[in-house]
Nanobody, 123 residues
Framework: QVQLVESGGGLVQAGGSLRLSCAAS????????MGWFRQAPGKEREFVAA????????NYADSVKGRFTISRDNAKNKVSLQMNSLKPEDTAVYYC????????????????WGQGTQVTVSS
């Protein structure tokens, strides 16, 4: 399995932007669908965005569509999440995930996970 490490979280005011990055180890990164999930206190982990192995196809949760952009660089083994127009309800721990066969929004079906990075949006 691929090893994943997130970075880029922090504290930002509502309306601001953050860019999360996820560095992956291993030579098979390009064969993994990559995704971002988030989990707020007391809530279940929820799907945010996913990107296909080539980067040619993306999918977003309705709550972030038009504000967040997922991208990947297979040469650098990296996937990013650009978050604009942040809202207090975006506050959560954000997790990078990868899988070689699944690309849907059910967390338990994703095989590889990072440790998470905290994003806090103040009002």
């Amino acid at each position: 399995q691929v090893q994943l490490v997130e970075s880029g979280g922090g504290l930002v005011q509502a309306g601001g932007s953050l860019r999360l990055s996820c560095a992956a180890s291993g030579r098979t990164f390009s064969s993994y669908v990559m995704g971002w999930f988030r989990q707020a206190p007391g809530k279940e982990r929820e799907f945010v965005a996913a990107i296909s192995t080539s980067g040619g196809s993306t999918n977003y949760a309705d709550s972030v569509k038009g504000r967040f952009t997922i991208s990947r660089d297979n040469a650098k083994n990296k996937v990013s999440l650009q978050m604009n127009s942040l809202k207090p309800e975006d506050t959560a721990v954000y997790y990078c995930a990868g899988d070689q066969g699944y690309s849907g929004n059910t967390p338990i079906r994703w095989g590889s996970w990072g440790q998470g990075t905290q994003v806090t949006v103040s009002s």
